[in-house]
């Protein structure tokens, strides 16, 4: 039952309209997702390796996927067990993942670039005994891992590049696959059973397991091509050619590839982004969508071989996991003659909450409404209370697709997920008359300046419009008289040089003082991100929180 306004004109935030949402049937999300692409073209593309041009057609994975979820239960994988893969962008990768989930077993998305430290912590978080590998350095640096932690822990590791290791492969679970499941088949619930669990990005402090049910995932499909069947573009299948750059161990990631397939297209991939065969299959895929974190975004705003390529079937650029500038946006339109589009989301929501349309991409801050299936709203940070439009607060979300909660972190769980079912992002809002939502920040990334609070995107808005800046970061350093103060650390575009002082002068000539960078300017070659663009803000602090407790002892 939704609450009781208690701010001024507080109110919960929903998608309105009269046409009712469609069930969500108890179902694992990999016989969901199968039996879509049944209704698919049996010879058509389905997954690409951008690099090689080898494909699986959905005749293959609807053949393939239930052969190797045979070998995993032969193996000895069963219902609830945790099965780590990590593994980078991959055709097999989709393939080994439905496969764990059709096994009734929760795939844990690892970044296979993970350090032996960073993996112990994973393992012991997630309670992993099963491991699919990249390939064999990944394997070998997870093995070590593994010897660390408790010697019974591990199972048995397969691996997905059979080039690169003697070790079993996908190939292997294949030929061992049998007709008969041997263990009992138990009642199924989708709502409670964990199908996967991605990991929080970290930022912050270490990565938190994030448990995403069948629901939760089947919820995100229905949600999406729900919308889909209502907006302006109905009937044109924007999914038809998807190119991956994206990592896919990541939700978006995930997400993309999944609704490609949902939707009978063909989801070209690449294990990273390099501009020339990014451009190169874009000609050949004939491709109509293109998502991509808000780095790359910003490297299509500036660069030159756009021109030089013919983009004519692309539909939609979209991006996510941090805000992306309104100028940036309309830059990258003019360009390529082609929208560009950003949304709102989180691995604790399953991915998309809120996406932009044509009318609100050049809203500075805006990342459009929310989607169907989610309920919002936004509440003081003192006091709690619901806000009402163009009040700034914390953005709370409830929904089908809600994760279950932290992986063996009760005590995280609790302070996300409240007991009437919010999801506490975290992220700083605040919305329109229209209900579209914008933006302004991350409360762990506020700066305390004598006790008011400033947001880093507000300052990092203004100098990314300067000339000459190429990306840009402010974060807060420790201060004796002022507690903190913004610091703005700045990549200047090729060849230009940047006048520190002016860029100071230019910041305090449109906030307010306690807004202004007392902490100085730096210049850069490079921004501290993670492995989706985020900024690794407590890279930069550190230095300076360090020496300030030196200077305590």
């Given at each position: 039952m939704d609450e009781m306004v208690k701010g001024k004109n507080g109110r919960i935030v929903k998608w309105q309209g009269e046409?009712?949402?469609?069930?969500?049937?108890?179902?694992?999300?990999?016989?969901?997702?199968?039996?879509r692409m049944s209704k698919h073209g049996e010879n058509d593309a389905a997954l690409v390796n951008?690099?090689?041009?080898?494909?699986?057609?959905?005749?293959?994975?609807?053949?393939?996927?239930?052969?190797?979820?045979?070998?995993?239960?032969?193996?000895?994988?069963?219902?609830?067990?945790?099965?780590?893969?990590?593994?980078?962008?991959?055709?097999?990768?989709?393939?080994?993942?439905?496969?764990?989930?059709?096994?009734?077993?929760?795939?844990?998305?690892?970044?296979?670039?993970?350090?032996?430290?960073?993996?112990?912590?994973?393992?012991?978080?997630?309670?992993?005994?099963?491991?699919?590998?990249?390939?064999?350095?990944?394997?070998?640096?997870?093995?070590?891992?593994?010897?660390?932690?408790?010697?019974?822990?591990?199972?048995?590791?397969?691996?997905?590049?059979?080039?690169?290791?003697?070790?079993?492969?996908l190939s292997d679970l294949i030929s061992s696959s049998t007709p008969e499941l041997p263990h009992k088949k138990e009642v199924f619930d989708a709502a409670t059973t964990v199908a996967l669990m991605p990991l929080s990005s970290g930022t912050t402090g270490l990565p938190k397991g994030v448990m995403l049910s069948h629901r939760n995932l089947i919820a995100t499909q229905i949600q999406r091509a729900f919308s889909a069947s209502l907006s302006p573009l109905r009937g044109i299948n924007v999914y038809q050619s998807a190119i991956i750059i994206i990592p896919m161990y990541h939700m978006m990631g995930f997400n993309m590839v999944m609704n490609t397939l949902f939707s009978g297209g063909k989801a070209v991939i690449f294990p990273r982004f390099t501009p020339k065969e990014y451009f190169s299959a874009i000609e050949k895929h004939k491709v109509t969508l293109s998502p991509v974190v808000p780095y790359v975004l910003r490297y299509l705003e500036t660069s030159h071989t756009m021109k030089n390529h013919d983009l004519s079937s692309l539909i939609t650029f979209v991006t996510g996991s941090e805000p992306v500038s309104?100028?940036?946006?309309?830059?990258?339109?003019?360009?390529?003659?082609?929208?560009?589009?950003?949304?709102?989301?989180?691995?604790?929501?399953?991915?998309?909450?809120?996406?932009?349309?044509?009318?609100?991409?050049?809203?500075?801050?805006?990342?459009?409404?929310?989607?169907?299936?989610?309920?919002?709203?936004v509440i003081d940070l003192e006091t709690g209370e619901m806000l009402g439009e163009g009040q700034e607060g914390e953005l709370c979300v409830r929904g089908a697709s809600i994760m279950l909660g932290y992986a063996n972190n009760p005590k995280a769980t609790a302070e996300t997920i409240d007991p009437e079912g919010w999801l506490h992002t975290g992220d700083l809002v605040y919305f329109d008359e229209e209900d579209?939502?914008?933006?302004?920040?991350?409360?762990?990334?506020?700066?305390?300046?004598?006790?008011?609070?400033?947001?880093?995107?507000?300052?990092?808005?203004?100098?990314?419009?300067?000339?000459?800046?190429?990306?840009?970061?402010?974060?807060?350093?420790?201060?004796?008289?002022?507690?903190?103060?913004?610091?703005?650390?700045?990549?200047?575009?090729?060849?230009?040089?940047?006048?520190?002082?002016?860029?100071?002068?230019?910041?305090?000539?449109?906030?307010?003082?306690?807004?202004?960078?007392?902490?100085?300017?730096?210049?850069?070659?490079s921004i501290p991100r993670n492995h989706i663009g985020k900024v690794l803000r407590r890279q930069l602090r550190k230095p300076y929180e360090d020496k300030s407790k030196r200077s305590k002892l």
């Open positions: 046409v009712p949402f469609p069930e969500i049937p108890n179902a694992n999300f990999a016989s969901f997702l199968l039996a951008g690099q090689t041009g080898a494909a699986y057609t959905y005749g293959d994975l609807l053949r393939n996927i239930p052969k190797i979820r045979s070998g995993l239960v032969t193996a000895g994988v069963r219902p609830g067990d945790k099965v780590f893969l990590g593994c980078r962008n991959h055709i097999d990768m989709p393939v080994a993942l439905l496969s764990i989930i059709l096994a009734e077993a929760t795939c844990v998305l690892v970044n296979p670039a993970s350090t032996k430290e960073e993996l112990k912590h994973i393992i012991g978080l997630s309670e992993s005994r099963w491991v699919i590998a990249q390939d064999e350095k990944v394997a070998q640096t997870v093995e070590d891992a593994f010897k660390e932690l408790s010697p019974n822990a591990f199972q048995q590791l397969w691996v997905i590049d059979e080039t690169t290791s003697a070790r079993p492969s309104a100028s940036t946006l309309t830059n990258v339109t003019k360009k390529s003659g082609r929208m560009a589009m950003q949304g709102w989301g989180m691995s604790e929501t399953t991915g998309i909450g809120t996406a932009t349309s044509t009318q609100t991409y050049d809203k500075e801050g805006c990342v459009g409404k929310f989607q169907p299936f989610f309920q919002a709203k579209n939502f914008y933006v302004t920040g991350r409360i762990k990334d506020l700066i305390k300046v004598k006790g008011y609070q400033v947001a880093p995107a507000e300052l990092e808005n203004i100098i990314r419009k300067m000339e000459g800046v190429r990306d840009v970061a402010v974060a807060g350093i420790p201060d004796e008289r002022l507690g903190e103060v913004p610091k703005a650390w700045v990549v200047p575009r090729a060849d230009a040089v940047l006048d520190t002082k002016a860029i100071i002068e230019n910041v305090a000539a449109q906030v307010t003082p306690y807004k202004q960078l007392a902490g100085g300017v730096e210049v850069v070659h």
